[in-house]
């Protein structure tokens, strides 16, 4: 089956550091990648996504490359605020099979000032 | 667009009472979800329509009863609370597509305490 692993947190970085979130994948077909970020007490919110093979997807200055030949996704920001704290998801889909998405378990990510 | 809405937000239930959680969307979106967070668990699927009309078990079904009422509503009924069902509650939709797996909307969620 599909599954998507992804590091774990928390990860703690102070403002204006380099933030990298590693997630692979594997999946029966062709899927679509996606990062939610969830800000706490609120619900998961679409950051970025990318649907084919070398895409980047790109958002509030993340990033993410769908690269097929490592079957990775890795979420990165050049310089993280503190009001980037919040709780990221790496999840994949893929068209024309089951509806369900595979979520990874989500990496907590912490910036202190 | 309200996008996701879910109610209540917030709700503390004794054992053994039953309650129903509401979602409705907007989008008009093909497939509905129902998931539960608990911490150090990540998102786990109760139960999902993928169109008006079906329903189907996810990962943790026990304990809980869906009814998609029409296109925009999506409710999930608890029949008899139990503890182990204190949890954070968010329904998701997302437009169904051939050609391309398209993202999911969520709601902002209901947190359910049961006594």
């Known amino acids: 089956g599909d599954s998507v692993t992804q590091m774990e947190g928390p990860v703690t970085l102070s403002e204006e550091a380099f933030l990298t979130i590693n997630c692979t994948y594997t999946?029966?077909?062709?899927?679509?990648l996606f990062w939610y970020v969830q800000y706490p007490g609120e619900g998961l919110q679409l950051l970025l996504k990318?649907?084919?093979?070398?895409d980047k997807g790109s958002n509030k200055g993340f990033e993410a490359t769908y690269r097929k030949e490592t079957t990775s996704f890795h979420l990165e920001k050049g310089s993280v605020q503190v009001s980037d704290s919040a709780v990221y998801f790496c999840?994949?889909?893929?068209?024309?099979?089951?509806?369900?998405?595979?979520f990874g378990r989500g990496t907590s990510l912490i910036v202190h000032p | 667009n309200a996008g996701v809405t879910q109610t209540p937000k917030f709700q503390v239930l004794k054992t053994g009472q039953s309650m129903t959680l509401q979602c409705a969307q907007d989008m008009n979106h093909n497939s509905m979800y129902w998931y539960r967070q608990d911490p150090g668990m990540g998102l786990r699927l109760i139960y999902y329509?993928?169109?008006?009309?079906?329903?189907d078990k996810g990962e943790v079904p026990n304990g809980y009863n869906v009814s998609r009422l029409n296109k925009r509503e999506f409710s999930l009924r608890l029949e008899s609370a139990a503890p182990s069902q204190t949890s954070v509650y968010f329904c998701a939709s997302s437009e169904a597509s051939l050609a391309v797996y398209n993202e999911q909307f969520f709601g902002p969620g209901t947190r359910l305490t049961v006594l």
């Open positions: 990318a649907t084919k093979a070398d």
């Open positions: 329509s993928a169109s008006e009309g079906t329903t």
């Open positions: 999840a994949l889909g893929v068209s024309g099979g089951s509806y369900i998405p595979t």
């Open positions: 999946a029966t077909g062709y899927p679509s």
